[in-house]
Protein backbone atom coordinates (compact mmCIF):
# COMPACT_ATOMS: atom_id res chain seq x y z
CA UNK A 1 0.00 0.00 0.00
CA UNK A 2 1.69 3.61 -1.10
CA UNK A 3 0.54 6.37 1.45
CA UNK A 4 1.39 9.89 0.79
CA UNK A 5 1.72 12.84 2.92
CA UNK A 6 2.66 16.40 2.37
CA UNK A 7 3.83 19.39 4.68
CA UNK A 8 6.71 21.17 7.09
CA UNK A 9 7.66 20.91 10.07
CA UNK A 10 4.20 22.17 11.93
CA UNK A 11 3.16 19.07 11.05
CA UNK A 12 5.52 16.29 12.76
CA UNK A 13 3.22 15.12 15.43
CA UNK A 14 0.31 14.49 13.26
CA UNK A 15 2.38 12.96 10.53
CA UNK A 16 3.57 11.11 13.39
CA UNK A 17 0.45 9.75 14.62
CA UNK A 18 -1.12 9.47 11.50
CA UNK A 19 1.33 6.74 10.66
CA UNK A 20 1.37 5.18 14.26
CA UNK A 21 -2.55 4.42 13.35
CA UNK A 22 -1.44 2.95 9.80
CA UNK A 23 0.90 0.61 11.70
CA UNK A 24 -1.49 -0.59 14.05
CA UNK A 25 -4.74 -0.90 11.51
CA UNK A 26 -2.81 -1.93 8.09
CA UNK A 27 -2.16 -5.56 7.64
CA UNK A 28 -0.19 -5.20 5.07
CA UNK A 29 3.25 -3.31 3.26
CA UNK A 30 3.44 0.06 3.79
CA UNK A 31 5.27 2.37 1.58
CA UNK A 32 5.02 5.52 2.88
CA UNK A 33 6.13 8.93 0.65
CA UNK A 34 6.43 12.64 2.35
CA UNK A 35 7.10 16.13 0.23
CA UNK A 36 8.51 18.43 2.06
CA UNK A 37 10.39 21.46 1.20
CA UNK A 38 12.15 24.53 2.00
CA UNK A 39 10.39 28.00 1.10
CA UNK A 40 10.26 30.89 2.36
CA UNK A 41 7.66 33.65 1.45
CA UNK A 42 7.83 37.55 2.13
CA UNK A 43 5.24 37.37 4.74
CA UNK A 44 6.45 33.68 6.21
CA UNK A 45 9.38 31.35 6.87
CA UNK A 46 8.53 27.83 7.13
CA UNK A 47 10.91 24.84 7.01
CA UNK A 48 10.96 21.34 6.29
CA UNK A 49 10.05 17.95 7.79
CA UNK A 50 12.85 17.06 9.97
CA UNK A 51 15.24 14.30 8.33
CA UNK A 52 15.64 12.69 11.54
CA UNK A 53 12.20 12.47 12.17
CA UNK A 54 11.55 10.57 8.73
CA UNK A 55 14.75 8.31 9.80
CA UNK A 56 13.55 7.67 12.86
CA UNK A 57 9.82 7.04 11.43
CA UNK A 58 11.37 4.92 9.03
CA UNK A 59 13.15 2.54 11.81
CA UNK A 60 9.45 2.36 13.83
CA UNK A 61 7.67 1.57 10.19
CA UNK A 62 10.20 -1.58 9.89
CA UNK A 63 9.92 -2.74 13.14
CA UNK A 64 6.13 -3.25 12.58
CA UNK A 65 7.42 -4.85 8.86
CA UNK A 66 10.88 -5.44 7.69
CA UNK A 67 9.69 -4.09 3.77
CA UNK A 68 7.89 -0.85 5.15
CA UNK A 69 9.78 2.37 4.67
CA UNK A 70 8.90 5.94 5.23
CA UNK A 71 10.67 8.26 2.94
CA UNK A 72 11.11 11.59 2.04
CA UNK A 73 11.36 13.94 -1.07
CA UNK A 74 12.73 17.50 -1.49
CA UNK A 75 10.59 19.16 -3.36
CA UNK A 76 11.83 22.76 -3.09
CA UNK A 77 13.30 23.20 -6.82
CA UNK A 78 10.07 21.60 -8.19
CA UNK A 79 8.08 23.75 -6.30
CA UNK A 80 9.76 27.00 -7.18
CA UNK A 81 9.80 26.34 -11.02
CA UNK A 82 5.67 25.79 -11.06
CA UNK A 83 5.19 28.24 -8.48
CA UNK A 84 1.04 29.07 -7.67
CA UNK A 85 2.12 32.18 -7.43
CA UNK A 86 -1.82 33.67 -6.73
CA UNK A 87 -1.91 31.08 -3.69
CA UNK A 88 1.09 31.53 -1.51
CA UNK A 89 -0.61 34.05 0.92
CA UNK A 90 -3.86 32.17 1.19
CA UNK A 91 -4.81 30.79 5.25
CA UNK A 92 -3.19 27.65 3.98
CA UNK A 93 0.40 26.73 3.44
CA UNK A 94 2.27 26.35 0.45
CA UNK A 95 2.97 23.30 1.48
CA UNK A 96 -1.06 22.18 1.28
CA UNK A 97 -0.49 22.20 -2.38
CA UNK A 98 2.55 19.48 -3.13
CA UNK A 99 0.14 16.89 -3.61
CA UNK A 100 -0.63 18.23 -6.90
CA UNK A 101 3.36 17.99 -7.75
CA UNK A 102 3.54 14.20 -7.52
CA UNK A 103 3.13 13.25 -11.84
CA UNK A 104 6.89 15.15 -11.23
CA UNK A 105 8.19 13.26 -8.39
CA UNK A 106 10.22 10.42 -10.39
CA UNK A 107 9.96 6.64 -8.43
CA UNK A 108 6.25 7.93 -7.03
CA UNK A 109 4.01 4.70 -7.96
CA UNK A 110 1.32 4.75 -10.23
CA UNK A 111 -1.03 4.31 -7.50
CA UNK A 112 -1.50 6.69 -4.38
CA UNK A 113 -3.40 7.04 -1.06
CA UNK A 114 -3.03 10.80 -0.21
CA UNK A 115 -3.63 11.90 3.72
CA UNK A 116 -3.53 14.77 5.67
CA UNK A 117 -1.82 14.77 8.34
CA UNK A 118 -4.88 15.40 10.67
CA UNK A 119 -6.57 11.99 9.32
CA UNK A 120 -6.34 8.63 11.42
CA UNK A 121 -6.77 5.50 10.43
CA UNK A 122 -9.30 3.15 12.83
CA UNK A 123 -9.87 0.68 10.70
CA UNK A 124 -7.41 -1.35 7.94
CA UNK A 125 -8.30 0.01 4.78
CA UNK A 126 -6.91 -2.55 1.98
CA UNK A 127 -10.92 -2.77 0.99
CA UNK A 128 -10.63 1.15 0.13
CA UNK A 129 -7.31 1.05 -1.13
CA UNK A 130 -7.66 -1.74 -3.34
CA UNK A 131 -10.64 -0.63 -5.35
CA UNK A 132 -10.33 -0.47 -9.12
CA UNK A 133 -9.83 2.94 -10.21
CA UNK A 134 -9.40 2.16 -14.53
CA UNK A 135 -10.80 5.20 -15.99
CA UNK A 136 -10.65 7.28 -12.99
CA UNK A 137 -8.13 9.98 -12.06
CA UNK A 138 -9.04 9.79 -7.87
CA UNK A 139 -11.34 8.62 -5.94
CA UNK A 140 -12.60 9.96 -2.45
CA UNK A 141 -15.51 11.15 -0.01
CA UNK A 142 -17.61 14.32 -0.61
CA UNK A 143 -16.81 17.09 1.99
CA UNK A 144 -19.15 17.53 4.56
CA UNK A 145 -20.07 21.34 3.92
CA UNK A 146 -18.81 21.44 0.86
CA UNK A 147 -20.59 19.38 -1.14
CA UNK A 148 -23.97 21.82 -0.40
CA UNK A 149 -21.89 25.20 -1.47
CA UNK A 150 -19.90 23.85 -4.47
CA UNK A 151 -20.85 21.44 -7.04
CA UNK A 152 -20.21 21.51 -10.98
CA UNK A 153 -23.13 20.13 -11.55
CA UNK A 154 -26.30 21.73 -9.81
CA UNK A 155 -28.29 18.61 -9.40
CA UNK A 156 -25.59 16.47 -8.24
CA UNK A 157 -23.32 16.92 -5.46
CA UNK A 158 -19.88 15.93 -6.45
CA UNK A 159 -17.37 18.28 -4.55
CA UNK A 160 -14.48 15.95 -2.65
CA UNK A 161 -12.42 16.43 -0.02
CA UNK A 162 -9.39 16.27 -1.11
CA UNK A 163 -7.82 15.20 2.93
CA UNK A 164 -8.38 11.61 1.94
CA UNK A 165 -7.57 11.14 -1.87
CA UNK A 166 -6.82 7.55 -3.57
CA UNK A 167 -4.68 9.09 -6.99
CA UNK A 168 -4.25 6.86 -9.87
CA UNK A 169 -1.07 8.67 -11.35
CA UNK A 170 -1.06 6.62 -14.30
CA UNK A 171 -4.60 7.84 -15.41
CA UNK A 172 -3.27 11.76 -14.05
CA UNK A 173 -0.54 11.53 -15.83
CA UNK A 174 -2.50 10.75 -19.17
CA UNK A 175 -5.30 13.41 -18.73
CA UNK A 176 -2.79 15.70 -17.26
CA UNK A 177 -4.65 16.52 -14.04
CA UNK A 178 -2.18 17.72 -11.76
CA UNK A 179 -0.68 19.92 -14.60
CA UNK A 180 -3.87 21.91 -14.84
CA UNK A 181 -4.34 22.06 -11.27
CA UNK A 182 -0.81 23.91 -10.41
CA UNK A 183 -2.23 26.02 -13.82
CA UNK A 184 -5.68 27.12 -11.82
CA UNK A 185 -3.17 27.25 -8.42
CA UNK A 186 -0.94 29.19 -10.20
CA UNK A 187 -3.32 32.02 -11.73
CA UNK A 188 -6.10 32.32 -9.61
CA UNK A 189 -6.28 32.97 -5.72
CA UNK A 190 -8.84 30.67 -4.39
CA UNK A 191 -10.09 29.80 -0.46
CA UNK A 192 -9.06 26.19 -0.76
CA UNK A 193 -6.52 26.30 -3.53
CA UNK A 194 -5.81 22.47 -3.57
CA UNK A 195 -8.93 20.84 -3.01
CA UNK A 196 -10.96 23.71 -5.30
CA UNK A 197 -8.38 22.97 -8.42
CA UNK A 198 -8.87 19.45 -8.17
CA UNK A 199 -12.56 19.31 -8.52
CA UNK A 200 -12.65 21.79 -10.58
CA UNK A 201 -9.67 20.00 -13.41
CA UNK A 202 -10.81 16.57 -12.61
CA UNK A 203 -12.77 14.63 -15.60
CA UNK A 204 -13.23 11.63 -13.94
CA UNK A 205 -13.92 11.51 -9.73
CA UNK A 206 -15.14 8.20 -7.97
CA UNK A 207 -17.38 8.87 -5.21
CA UNK A 208 -16.84 6.63 -1.80
CA UNK A 209 -18.80 6.07 1.57
CA UNK A 210 -18.33 8.47 4.11
CA UNK A 211 -16.87 6.23 6.27
CA UNK A 212 -13.28 6.94 4.05
CA UNK A 213 -13.41 10.10 5.14
CA UNK A 214 -15.39 11.17 8.22
CA UNK A 215 -15.06 15.26 8.82
CA UNK A 216 -18.12 15.48 11.17
CA UNK A 217 -17.85 12.46 14.31
CA UNK A 218 -16.96 9.53 14.77
CA UNK A 219 -19.80 6.46 13.81
CA UNK A 220 -19.72 2.96 13.77
CA UNK A 221 -18.30 2.26 10.48
CA UNK A 222 -15.39 5.33 10.40
CA UNK A 223 -13.04 3.64 8.89
CA UNK A 224 -10.42 6.69 8.45
CA UNK A 225 -11.67 9.76 10.73
CA UNK A 226 -10.32 13.74 9.67
CA UNK A 227 -10.24 16.16 12.15
CA UNK A 228 -11.64 19.31 9.98
CA UNK A 229 -13.21 22.49 11.32
CA UNK A 230 -16.40 21.91 11.99
CA UNK A 231 -19.68 24.31 12.97
CA UNK A 232 -21.50 23.84 16.37
CA UNK A 233 -24.67 25.31 17.12
CA UNK A 234 -24.37 25.05 20.59
CA UNK A 235 -24.18 27.28 23.12
CA UNK A 236 -24.23 29.65 20.03
CA UNK A 237 -23.57 29.17 16.59
CA UNK A 238 -19.35 28.35 16.48
CA UNK A 239 -16.19 26.92 14.75
CA UNK A 240 -14.23 24.07 16.45
CA UNK A 241 -11.23 22.87 15.43
CA UNK A 242 -9.30 19.78 17.21
CA UNK A 243 -6.60 18.11 16.01
CA UNK A 244 -5.47 14.26 16.94
CA UNK A 245 -2.45 15.47 18.71
CA UNK A 246 -4.00 17.79 20.90
CA UNK A 247 -4.78 15.06 23.36
CA UNK A 248 -6.87 17.18 26.11
CA UNK A 249 -8.82 18.78 23.59
CA UNK A 250 -9.79 15.67 22.01
CA UNK A 251 -11.11 14.33 25.41
CA UNK A 252 -12.49 17.56 26.90
CA UNK A 253 -13.96 18.82 23.74
CA UNK A 254 -15.07 16.27 21.77
CA UNK A 255 -15.03 13.75 24.36
CA UNK A 256 -13.32 11.12 22.31
CA UNK A 257 -11.54 8.57 24.01
CA UNK A 258 -11.37 6.36 21.02
CA UNK A 259 -7.84 6.85 20.71
CA UNK A 260 -6.47 6.74 23.76
CA UNK A 261 -4.14 3.20 23.07
CA UNK A 262 -2.51 5.25 19.96
CA UNK A 263 -2.25 8.50 22.60
CA UNK A 264 -0.29 6.17 24.75
CA UNK A 265 1.83 5.00 22.75
CA UNK A 266 2.86 8.08 20.88
CA UNK A 267 3.19 9.78 24.55
CA UNK A 268 5.52 6.81 24.97
CA UNK A 269 7.84 7.50 22.07
CA UNK A 270 7.82 11.42 22.79
CA UNK A 271 11.46 10.92 24.39
CA UNK A 272 12.91 9.45 21.56
CA UNK A 273 11.21 11.47 18.84
CA UNK A 274 12.57 14.74 21.15
CA UNK A 275 16.14 13.01 21.22
CA UNK A 276 15.76 12.70 16.70
CA UNK A 277 15.64 17.09 17.13
CA UNK A 278 18.30 17.07 19.57
CA UNK A 279 20.85 15.37 17.35
CA UNK A 280 19.79 17.16 14.40
Known amino acids: MNILYCGND ?18 ETLHIYVLTMHIHTAD ?10 I ?26 SHLPAANMATRFTPYCMLRLFADLIPGLPEKLLYLDTDVICRRDLCGFYHQDLSGYEIAGVLDYYGRWFFRRHPMRADYLNSGVLLMNLGEIR ?4 LQKCRQICAGKKMFMPDQSALNKAAASKKLQPRRFNEQRRLREDTVLQHFTTTFRLF ?10 WQIDKMHEQLNLHEYDDLFTEYLHLQPDIKATKIRE
Open 55 to 80: TYLDDLARQHNPDNFVHSFDTTELFR
Open 235 to 244: PHLHTLTVKP
Open 44 to 53: KDYDPISGQL
Open 10 to 27: KIEEGLTLSILSLLRNVR
Open 174 to 177: QTGL
